[in-house]
């Protein structure tokens, strides 16, 4: 099964290292970046809702999210996401890649603002537009993941481009951290300017009015970086492999990337471009959908794989990351909400998000960046899979130790170990994967139904571990009983072998073309 490579992407897969690709980073990444501040800053604020809008002041305790509300709160996002995944990732292959990019970030940005801007004079109207916001922001997010991973994929050499694409992914760890930094800064100055005591001194004096501004900036900061770099996205050319093999324009292609990566690329004559389509390796001709028999034989195992590890990675990331304040509360890094007014202890959860991001999140990101296209995806994946669930059972069997006081900073060290080997692991792997082993016009579809697998998992997450970690004597008011939160570690630790066991189905593309790796083409020397 020979096929012919065209010149535009024989160069592309050969070209050096330069400053174009790392402004496609920084463009792309900044849209991740935005992300990452959207989905997991309200994880932040949630407690301060609750007190501002839930608080009954005859009771020992201040007011949080019922369950009802906790759960659209913290879900409605991952809704939009998993939708916008679906609905963008088809549209990138129908329309191209760059038609629909700026559209997402305006969504973003947009939804993010209205967020903060949510209105009513009830909770219930609050928390209904902010909801309603919160899903069309997730819709627009939903669109930057198959997006932004098939641009940097279809734009990268074949030596780096594992390195480039989890790069882009990588701008998450900012996004959580830059989250935390703007909570800790909003929090203090307010703290500092509205002193107000303790809940457990004064009920109604712990509360002041100005904190229904403070989650407010907060939702709406994340904006900024993602807002001006609307411009740039804007100036990108449309990837070379969707004009050529796509839209099948190769002379534009080449004309696109002479002008980006500043060398000649030689046209090619018509009469070649048929030849190297005609040559392809696409039993049945270049037609055949996703839907197809041929894409089953060809594809089939490989998208099993990357939505099966997808999903299965976002049940134990996502529970982690928007429930990491109630964990920590429960072992007694964070003091009860009542020794604290509202606004302090906002500034001790961002605190606490802020040095596990320091110390885990964001290390193991740019792991990922320094070593996949050393050691290659396939053993990154089955490695980070492999230490999540060690590591949960490292918490999970002893967990009664780690709650005693004295040992909650050990609980918090291997904690941070569990989010550095998602991130040194498969929450990059299963961003990366997609993006190059499907044919360039199913590729950003692909990338979008395993990226909505993952969300599906992050729905499953972050509305199982709210129900699952309830203390099985003693729920919370309004909520139904548990298997407390060492069950559900085990649950989680269970998600994570399987995995584990998904990722033998996963295929290395290290240092391979695009169209090799999707099988459009045979080898590189076949190729060349």
């Known amino acids: 099964m020979a096929g012919r490579q065209l010149n535009v992407l024989f160069t592309l897969d050969h070209a050096r290292t330069q400053w174009y690709h790392f402004t496609a980073i920084v463009i792309a990444g900044m849209g991740f970046f935005t992300d990452a501040y959207d989905l997991f800053c309200i994880s932040?604020?949630?407690?301060?809702?609750?007190?501002?809008?839930?608080?009954?002041?005859?009771?020992?305790?201040?007011?949080?999210?019922?369950?009802?509300?906790?759960?659209a709160?913290?879900?409605?996002?991952?809704?939009?996401?998993?939708?916008?995944?679906?609905?963008?990732?088809?549209?990138?292959?129908?329309?191209?890649?760059?038609?629909?990019?700026?559209?997402?970030?305006?969504?973003?940005?947009?939804c993010s603002v209205a967020s903060g801007l949510s209105f009513g004079s009830t909770p219930k109207g609050v928390i209904s537009t902010l909801c309603f916001f919160r899903f069309w922001l997730g819709f627009g997010i939903g669109g930057d993941y198959p997006l932004s991973a098939t641009i940097m994929s279809e734009y990268a050499n074949k030596k780096t481009r594992g390195a480039f694409i989890a790069a882009v992914f990588a701008m998450q760890g900012f996004g959580i951290l830059f989250g935390a930094i703007v909570a800790l800064v909003v929090s203090a100055a307010f703290r500092n300017s509205f002193p107000a005591p303790a809940y457990s001194d004064d009920r109604a004096a712990s509360l002041v009015p100005e904190a229904d501004y403070v989650w407010r900036i907060i939702l709406m900061f994340g904006t900024l970086p993602a807002a001006i770099t609307y411009y740039w996205r804007m100036k990108m050319p449309e990837t070379a492999r969707y004009t050529a093999l796509v839209a099948r324009n190769a002379k534009q292609a080449a004309a696109d990337m002479s002008r980006v990566l500043h060398t000649d690329i030689e046209e090619e004559s018509s009469e070649s471009v048929e030849k190297a389509s005609a040559s392809m390796v696409l039993a049945g001709g270049d037609e055949w959908g996703l839907f197809s028999s041929e894409f089953v034989r060809r594809h089939g195992l490989h998208l099993v794989a990357t939505t099966s590890t997808w999903f299965l990675l976002d049940i134990a990331f996502y529970s982690q990351n928007l429930f990491q304040k109630d964990i920590f509360s429960k072992?007694?890094?964070?003091?009860?909400?009542?020794?604290?007014?509202?606004?302090?202890?906002?500034?001790?959860?961002?605190?606490?998000?802020?040095?596990?991001?320091?110390?885990?999140?964001?290390?193991?990101?740019?792991f990922t960046v320094a070593f996949i296209d050393v050691a290659g995806r396939f053993w990154i994946q089955i490695m980070g899979f492999a230490m999540m669930t060690l590591f949960m059972l490292g918490l999970a069997v002893p967990y009664n130790h780690w709650t005693t006081p004295g040992h909650h900073t050990g609980f918090v060290v291997l904690y941070g170990f569990t989010f550095f080997f998602a991130n040194f692991g498969p929450n990059s792997t299963t961003f990366v994967v997609p993006a190059e082993i499907y044919p360039a016009r199913l590729r950003s579809t692909c990338h979008g139904i395993s990226a909505a697998a993952g969300k599906a998992g992050a729905i499953v997450g972050a509305f199982g571990f709210l129900y699952a970690a309830q203390d099985p004597q003693k729920p919370e008011a309004g909520y139904p009983r548990g298997i407390g939160i060492r069950n559900a570690l085990f649950v989680l630790a269970?998600?994570?072998?399987?995995?584990?066991?998904?990722?033998?189905?996963?295929?290395?593309s290290k240092g391979k073309s695009l169209e090799v790796v999707s099988q459009e083409v045979a080898d590189d020397e076949e190729a060349a």
């Open 331 to 366: 072992v007694g890094w964070i003091p009860a909400a009542r020794t604290m007014n509202a606004v302090e202890e906002l500034f001790r959860i961002a605190r606490a998000q802020a040095l596990i991001a320091m110390c885990g999140t964001i290390p193991g990101y740019w």
């Open 494 to 508: 269970g998600t994570n072998f399987l995995g584990t066991v998904m990722t033998l189905l996963v295929p290395e």
């Open 44 to 71: 932040l604020v949630t407690k301060l809702l609750g007190r501002i809008y839930y608080t009954d002041l005859s009771k020992p305790d201040p007011g949080t999210l019922p369950l009802n509300v906790a759960a």
């Open 73 to 110: 709160v913290n879900g409605v996002a991952l809704c939009g996401t998993l939708a916008g995944q679906l609905f963008f990732g088809w549209l990138g292959d129908k329309l191209g890649r760059k038609s629909v990019y700026g559209f997402t970030l305006i969504l973003m940005v947009l």
